[in-house]
């Protein structure tokens, strides 16, 4: 019997991003639990509607391979894109986008 190779990559692909959707969850929740809603880490801003779920897992090392809790930083899919294009460097509950719906302040 023939093995597609192609076929196996992206099946260890899809196992890979659902291991990464799970660490974003797992960290979305945490931030929800600390400061009572599901909040972005770079602008500090609420989602709309207040899914975990609908926040991006940002890899802070930007190494797409290191799917780690410590690597992991939740944001907005808007605020992922800013990070990405202007190559930012971010840390764990930096809030340094400013953009702050919620009224929410950056601890000292
Ligand atoms: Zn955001």
């Known amino acids: ?22 660490i ?11 400061y009572g809603y599901a909040l972005c880490e770079y602008c500090g801003g609420a989602e709309g509607g207040h899914e ?3 926040f991006d897992g940002h890899h802070i090392d930007k190494n797409r391979r290191n799917n780690t809790q410590e690597n992991c930083y939740i944001c907005h899919r808007i ?15 930096d809030f340094q986008g400013g953009n702050n719906p919620l009224g929410f302040h950056k601890e000292v």
């Open 79 to 93: 605020c992922h894109g800013k990070i990405t294009d202007e190559n930012l460097l971010v840390t764990h509950e």
């Open 52 to 54: 975990l779920t609908s």
């Open 1 to 22: 019997m023939k093995r597609s190779y192609i076929k196996r990559v992206s099946k260890k692909q899809q196992i890979k991003l659902n291991k990464w959707r799970a």
């Open 24 to 34: 974003t969850l797992e960290r979305a929740t945490y931030l929800a639990e600390k």
